[in-house]
């Protein structure tokens, strides 16, 4: 079994939360000044299976980034591998957007390409005007395919979560507490407990952003 997967609720944004949403145009943003401009808190309520120490959290539903925002652009053309500046199994994906809205260091994610291989998650090593270049090993020469896409998302990324046991419908046992949060992105984290509970335990927890 396993403890179920919950979404987290931020306080100061409607007694039903809530669900940050940036694709409707939902964007996090609190009232504070200074260092507390970067943070949010918010809660959760999961439900003990008696047998597990750790659980998920999600920030938003599973799949979108908190305080992130998605930018595509258009790609149609694949390389094969190649060595470039001296570095094995490069691919370079060109096409008709301007690129040097990313940086060197991004996260992009390719879709849409014909074989599959050319799709995925890279990191982007070189920029130039309307391509860039990643290591992959295993891509294949392709295009023009005018159907595939990269996406690059920017904004904050989180540096830490603190987390811990609230009051708020909390009917787990009193000797079970949080432990803290591990595995953390902008999507989800995870958040570990002293040992096994059934009933319901209330979460609060502080959102750190890094920038």
Avoid: W
Wanted: charged residues 5%; contains cysteine; hydrophobic residues 40%.
């Amino acid at each position: 079994m396993a403890i179920a997967t919950v979404n987290a609720t931020y306080i100061g944004y409607g007694s039903n939360n809530p669900t940050i949403n940036p694709s409707q145009g939902q964007i996090a943003a609190g009232q504070d000044s200074g260092i507390l401009a970067k943070t949010l808190v918010a809660t959760a309520v999961v439900t003990g299976d008696s047998s597990s120490t750790s659980s998920t959290i999600n920030l938003i539903d599973g799949v979108q980034k908190l305080a992130q925002y998605p930018v595509t652009v258009p790609f149609t053309n694949v390389t094969a591998p190649a060595t470039i500046n001296g570095t094995a199994n490069q691919a370079v994906y060109s096409g008709v957007g301007a690129t040097t809205q990313f940086a060197v260091g991004n996260s992009i994610v390719f879709s849409g390409f014909a074989n599959g291989a050319n799709n995925g998650t890279f990191t982007i090593n070189a920029i130039s005007a309307n391509s860039v270049t990643v290591t992959n090993a295993s891509s294949v020469l392709e295009g023009p395919n005018y159907g595939a896409l990269g996406i690059v998302y920017k904004g904050p990324t989180i540096a830490a979560i603190d987390i811990s046991r609230s009051a708020n419908a909390d009917t787990a046992p009193a000797g079970v507490g949080v432990v803290g949060a591990h595995n953390i992105s902008n999507i989800s984290f995870t958040c570990d407990y002293s040992g096994t509970f059934s009933g319901t335990m209330g979460l609060i927890f502080v959102i750190y952003f890094a920038s």
